[in-house]
């Protein structure tokens, strides 16, 4: 609440003491009270004042002049406004004692009926210093205040001061707990540091004494305060690293590492970073938003930010192989520390991993004419199935490409495949090579494209024909054979996935 005391003292009967409220102590069309406490120079010899209010103010209810008196015994005398006073209103009020003299407390309370957890006043996301100005008495023992802390949470710092009493300080989470408080007697101001969950609730609770006050009686507080909230300072910065996205060749689509951080963030921060992985940098990927040299890097999270992305640019080397993957893993450096979470991997889809479109090319090898037999057509396929002379050994390659394979078939039953136009011709001169098109030809390429292989080709010296095969390995060992000679690579084909 918003309020003022004072003290003062009846010397002689029938005087009276004249107390200017400023309308600055005073909220607008809120609430107020106007108390007098009895004050003694020890608890037991507080005096038996009766107490007579005559308010000098233009308040509806109260008009000027008007005494009001009530007989005290020793208690305290209350005279409350439920509606407030009207803006800018101050009031001039004057003490007086029908009974006895002695010292007493005046105090005026302006109620924002935030003396408890339940109706706490709300502050809002405290992300920048926040100052509150109140007041706790007898008359209102107790303000909350209830807060979210933002994103960016840390250690926020709570300072209570310009107290002319005592008070206490304590900061609750939005369980009840109890995570710090501040005791210091007399007009010490409180000050106590917190480390808070980001966007989670919180309480503060200023509260005044039921002893230890500066007053003679030594009886319960009274005083106005000021109030800081300061958030982020001395936080402890704590790093972390994601990754988002689904980097692609095709495209080429780039992935993201987040870089991001808790605490204070008032100020650019530096975050070193190692890379492994299987992709090579400049080769198969580029990076923008950090200074990398291929292996280490740094970052720069930008103040009143709490991250910063780097972007993954991934190189369509037109190179078939393995996806590959980008890791960076954060380095402790002065001025934050890691967090669990502090590496993240990317992996670099490639091209060659896209479904491919075209029908796939089984191979068949012929029991009789010790001869391979490549064919992409769905009927012939089905037809060579059902013929015992061929042994199904699976799909070998995709055909989808911008050439025509040729095929062409010798009196051995040994057959030879082409999409070379020299080769082609030539092959066309010989009377023992016939041209054996089928329904449904083999596409292929002629050279290297986005997600194909080498299709290596190698010579049968027992039927003339020819072995084609997608795998380097098989490549290899048929040129082991004594009746294989490897010719090298004929054409290139998607692999079937």
């Known amino acids: 609440m918003a309020g003022q005391r004072y003290t003062n003292a009846i010397n002689n009967l029938g005087a009276n003491v004249q107390i200017n409220v400023a309308s600055s102590e005073i909220k607008p069309n809120v609430p107020i009270q106007f108390t007098a406490y009895p004050i003694g120079a020890a608890p037991g010899l507080i005096p ?26 020793g208690s305290p005398e209350i005279l409350s406004f439920p509606n407030g006073f009207p803006t800018g209103e101050g009031a001039v009020v004057r003490v007086s004692s029908v009974a006895n003299t002695g010292p007493f407390l005046f105090e005026v309370s302006a109620e924002t009926l935030n003396n408890a957890a339940p109706v706490a ?16 008495g007898r008359s209102d023992t107790e303000d909350w205040y209830q807060f979210v802390a933002p994103p960016t ?7 209570l001061s310009n107290l002319v009493d005592n008070a206490d300080l304590r900061i609750l989470r939005d369980d009840g707990s109890l995570l710090n408080q501040g005791t210091n007697t007399g007009v010490t101001a409180e000050q106590v540091q917190v480390p808070l969950e980001a966007n989670r609730t919180y309480f503060v609770q200023i509260s005044n004494l039921p002893s230890g006050s500066n007053l003679s009686d030594a009886g319960a507080t009274s005083t106005p305060y000021n109030l800081e909230i300061t958030p982020g300072t001395g936080g402890e910065t704590s790093v972390s690293v994601s990754a ?27 975050v ?35 991250s910063t992305n780097i972007t993954v640019n991934p190189v369509n080397d037109g190179i ?17 520390t890691v967090s669990s979470q502090g590496s993240a991997t990317l992996s670099i889809l490639d091209a060659s991993s896209e479904t491919p479109t075209g029908e796939r090319t089984a191979r068949y090898w012929d029991t009789e004419a010790l001869s391979h037999f490549f064919t992409a057509d769905p009927g012939e396929q089905q037809a060579t199935n ?33 999409s070379n136009p020299g080769e ?74």
Not at 403 to 413: A, C, D, P, T, W
């Open 48 to 73: 038996d004042l009766n107490i007579q209010f005559n308010a000098e103010a233009n308040v509806p209810g109260f008009p000027s002049g008007t005494n009001i008196n009530f007989t005290g015994n």
């Open 153 to 159: 949470a840390g250690n926020f710092t709570f300072r």
């Open 121 to 136: 006043e709300p502050q809002g996301i405290i992300n920048t210093p926040r100052n509150l100005n109140g007041f706790v």
């Open 272 to 306: 070193n970073f190692s890379v492994g992985g299987t992709a090579t940098f400049g080769t198969d990927y580029n990076q923008v938003g950090s200074t990398f040299n291929g292996t280490n890097g740094t970052a720069t999270i930008p103040a009143g930010q709490n």
């Open 320 to 336: 078939a192989d393995l996806n590959e993957t980008i890791e960076i893993g954060l380095q402790a450096a002065t001025g934050y």
């Open 424 to 497: 082609i011709a030539f092959v066309q001169t010989l009377q023992e090579w016939t041209a054996d098109p089928s329904g449904v030809p083999i596409q292929v390429y002629s050279t290297q494209q986005p997600g194909t292989l080498p299709v290596f080709r190698a010579y049968n010296l027992t039927s003339d024909g020819h072995f084609y095969t997608i795998d380097p390995n098989q490549a290899a060992f048929a040129d082991s054979l004594p009746n294989f000679r490897l010719e090298g690579v004929s054409f290139y084909a998607k692999p079937v996935v």
């Open 244 to 270: 988002l996205g689904n980097p692609s060749e095709v495209g080429p689509t780039p992935g993201t590492f987040q870089i991001s951080r808790t605490g204070d963030t008032t100020t650019p921060l530096n």
């Open 386 to 418: 059902l013929d015992p002379q061929f042994n199904n050994e699976g799909f070998e390659f995709v055909s989808e490409g911008s050439n025509v394979l040729e095929r062409f078939v010798n009196s051995k039953g040994g057959y030879f495949y082409s």
